[in-house]
């Protein structure tokens, strides 16, 4: 043997580097999803006559050209962060929970009833108490869903998707009623008191602090799910029904608990779309959110931590899309071909990673 001969690592070490890439395997798997979305879709747009590389980076520069777009493009990730946070912990728990879209749209509604109510109070009141409010609505909203699975045994697919309807036919009911402002043209509520305003994390701009919000949730989800007794009963929940009877752990604490944390997460994010962006209650803002935040989660490997980028990317995408259609023509409907060839690649990729351990 030479004497050249580079030392063996360490098996200790090996193993480690080993975890670290199996742990980074969906953020690498997202990655390459969205440059294979991308280059088919460019495909499409020379299709239609357009450079796909001019039509990119109007894109680009749509999202980030100015400090106005990275604004709008941060408040826009806010409510897919929080609802795709809950999603991935449900599905975490094999519970699939499809019900984000109402639970915002609820908790949108109950923060706003609140902001209505105590308008002119304290600002260190108001807008706890109807940030409080919007989470324990999305969170008593989804433990409805909970309660017919666990009591009456319909799938949560099918009640969470259905209650979707119900909450967005709700809210409406209530702003064509009393929630609704007199003489407006559109069904939406009085703008609220200011003290009910959601702070500005940046001054002099529109960035709220729902952001900051929205990424504490993701770093205490990822805590709450790797490092807690609780996240350690989902996951085992999650993996083997068996094996969870067999450890003592409740299914129907796991389904309430899970679903009462997404809708409460869910809830969160309505409130902060109406104190934060919006000041008052419209119809439909809560609109592709619910259901968006499904591919988040997935396009995150149901990781929290992963969420974060992934929401970035979504945001931003539907931000950027305006400026491509604007400047060039290109429809922003292609940005929904990027979102589901990226899905379908994302899918496919865990579909084979599964296949993989087998």
């Known amino acids: ?63 980030f050209g100015s400090w106005d777009r990275i604004v709008v493009g941060l408040n826009k990730t806010t409510p897919y962060l929080l609802c795709a946070v809950g999603i991935a912990l449900c599905f975490r728990g094999r519970v699939i929970n499809i019900g984000a879209e109402g639970q915002l749209a609820v908790g949108g509604a109950a923060a706003s009833a609140v902001a209505l109510a105590m308008g002119g109070g304290s600002a260190w009141l108001v807008l706890p108490m109807a940030m409080l409010a919007g989470a324990a609505a999305g969170a008593g909203w989804a433990s409805i869903g909970a309660g017919v699975r666990v009591f009456r045994g319909v799938h949560e697919v099918l009640v969470t998707l259905l209650m979707n309807f119900v909450a967005l036919l709700l809210v409406a009911e209530l702003l064509h009623g009393r929630m609704g402002e007199e003489g407006a043209g559109f069904p939406q509520s009085p703008l609220f008191d200011p003290s009910a305003w959601l702070p500005k994390l940046v ?54 608990g899970l679903m009462a944390t997404a809708g409460g997460l869910a809830g969160l994010a309505g409130a902060i779309e109406c104190v934060g962006v919006h000041y008052r209650l419209i119809e439909g803002f809560s609109a592709g959110f619910g259901f968006n935040a499904v591919a988040v989660a997935l396009m995150g490997g149901l990781n929290p931590l992963y969420v974060i980028p992934s929401a970035l990317f979504f945001g931003f995408l539907e931000v950027g899309a305006l400026s491509m259609q604007r400047q060039i023509g290109v429809p922003s409907s292609l940005v929904l071909v990027i979102q589901g060839m990226t899905m379908i690649f994302v899918l496919g990729g865990l579909g084979r990673a599964g296949q993989d351990k087998v």
């Open 203 to 256: 001054s002099g701009t529109d960035l709220h602090l729902g952001i900051a919000i929205a990424v504490g949730a993701a770093l205490l989800g990822n805590f709450v799910l790797w490092r807690t007794t609780l996240g350690y009963r989902w996951r085992v929940a999650g993996a083997s029904a068996s094996a969870a009877r067999y450890a003592g752990i409740s299914p129907a604490r796991t389904v309430f």
């Open 1 to 63: 043997m030479s004497s050249h001969a580079q030392p063996l690592p360490a098996p200790g070490a090996l193993s480690a580097f080993i975890a670290r890439a199996g742990s980074a395997a969906p953020l690498w798997r997202a990655i390459g999803s969205v440059g294979m979305a991308f280059a088919i879709t460019a495909g499409l747009i020379l299709l239609s006559g357009k450079d796909p590389f001019t039509a990119y980076w109007y894109l680009f520069t749509g999202a």
